[in-house]
């Protein structure tokens, strides 16, 4: 009796064990985690890397005297705009000593040509009346008469050139001393007007200041700069990583610092064949042309930044790129569709552009799919995952 006693207490002891552990194989294969779905949105999704630069004039003039000198008066200030031919500043001439001195003996040496000139040119005429009345008597042949002709008619000549000479070293004189001179008309230098219409941006010069004119050896002082502020540019530098996925011809969005909530379409233009090394990376410059700027008024040198737009889908059916994964044999992408109370079934998809949020779906799941989100995180509620 008391063994059967200890029989059956063992065999007990054997069932709740044999139950326990049959209780922990099936609570080891559920599942710990409950996972929550996403279903699929229609989203724009827009590929794109960004440029830093500033807004400037798409061509800025610099007005440059031709005539060295002094400033007098200036007639413009910056922020005002110009038609072409608008006077903007007037220079008083300082003589060179030098250049003065050399254009008054150029002077007296073409009044001394033109009195030998005249001199010479009198005897000639002298000789060819006397000549003539012989000729028109028939004493000399009608060669030795041309011969004085010719001479005579050169020796007008030479006159008429002196005096021209003279004249031009009078102009020349005046122009040396005072920057104009009289039968000149628009070509008086000491007056600077504007060259082209459009918004003075820069006056660097005051009266008073000294300025030199434009020559093969020195570009000049610049007095004004003027620029149509209609016509404006984005100037930029892209990263050499960048540059290789971006072309002529993609479209920008400027946005700029100082004009809150406003974005300029531009479209890019230019790429910089070389780049310059800056702080240890090489940069590449584009520029960008700004379209349909409306009345919106940009100072040039406004710091901007620019999106260049690389790809865009719009309104394409698209998951978050974390409900993806990738098989390990094959790398290919697939998602977990749900078809029941945590159960999921697999389905391979093909994917399209990404922003790094969003990815295209081209094919593999419908708008209605659940997704699984496999890599959510245990413990934390649904809200906070978001």
Do not use: H
């Not at 000593?97 to 009195?115: F, G, H, Y």
């Not at 230098?189 to 300025?211: H, Y």
């Not at 697939?334 to 109370?341: K, L, N």
């Amino acid at each position: 009796m008391k063994r059967t006693k200890t029989i059956i207490f063992l065999t007990l002891i054997v069932v709740a064990f044999s139950v326990a552990l049959y209780y922990l194989w099936m609570k080891n294969q559920e599942d710990p985690v409950k996972y929550t779905s996403e279903e699929p949105t229609e989203e724009t999704i827009v590929v794109k890397t960004v440029a830093t630069g500033s807004i400037v004039p798409k061509e800025e003039i610099l007005i440059k005297p031709n005539i060295s000198g002094v400033i007098e008066e200036v007639y413009i200030e910056a922020g005002e705009y110009v038609q072409q031919g608008d006077l903007i500043a007037k220079i008083r001439v300082i003589p060179n000593v030098s250049s003065l001195t050399s254009a008054k003996n150029t002077i007296a040496s073409n009044r001394t040509s033109l009195q030998t000139a005249e001199i010479n040119f009198k005897t000639q005429e002298t000789i060819f009346k006397r000549q003539k009345e012989l000729f028109e008597k028939g004493v000399i042949a009608a060669n030795d008469f041309d011969q004085v002709n010719n001479t005579y008619l050169q020796a007008k000549q030479q006159v008429e050139q002196a005096r021209i000479n003279v004249q031009q070293a009078r102009q020349n004189y005046d122009i040396i001393k005072t920057g104009t001179t009289s039968g000149v008309g628009n070509i008086a230098q000491t007056l600077v007007r504007a060259t082209v219409s459009g918004m003075v941006l820069d006056v660097p010069v005051k009266a008073g200041n000294q300025v030199i004119e434009a020559n093969n050896f020195n570009e000049g002082t610049s007095i004004a700069s003027l620029a149509d502020v209609k016509k404006m540019i984005f100037e930029g530098k892209v990263d050499e990583s960048e540059v290789g996925k971006i072309k002529e011809g993609l479209p920008l969005e400027i946005t700029v610092g100082a004009i809150e909530d406003v974005k300029f379409d531009a479209v890019l233009d230019y790429i910089a064949p070389k780049g310059v090394e800056e702080n240890g990376a090489i940069q590449f410059e584009i520029k960008g042309s700004l379209e349909k700027m409306d009345s919106t008024f940009i100072r040039a040198g406004l710091s901007a930044n620019a999106s260049i737009i690389l790809e865009k889908a719009e309104k394409v059916l698209a998951i978050k790129e974390a409900l993806v994964q990738y098989d390990d044999e094959t790398k290919k992408p697939f998602v977990e569709i749900e078809v029941g109370d945590q159960q999921f079934e697999r389905k391979e998809v093909e994917l399209g552009i990404s922003d790094g949020i969003f990815v295209e779906v081209k094919d593999g799941i419908s708008k209605e799919d659940k997704i699984k989100v496999w890599n959510q995180l245990q413990g934390v509620p649904k809200y906070a995952q978001q």
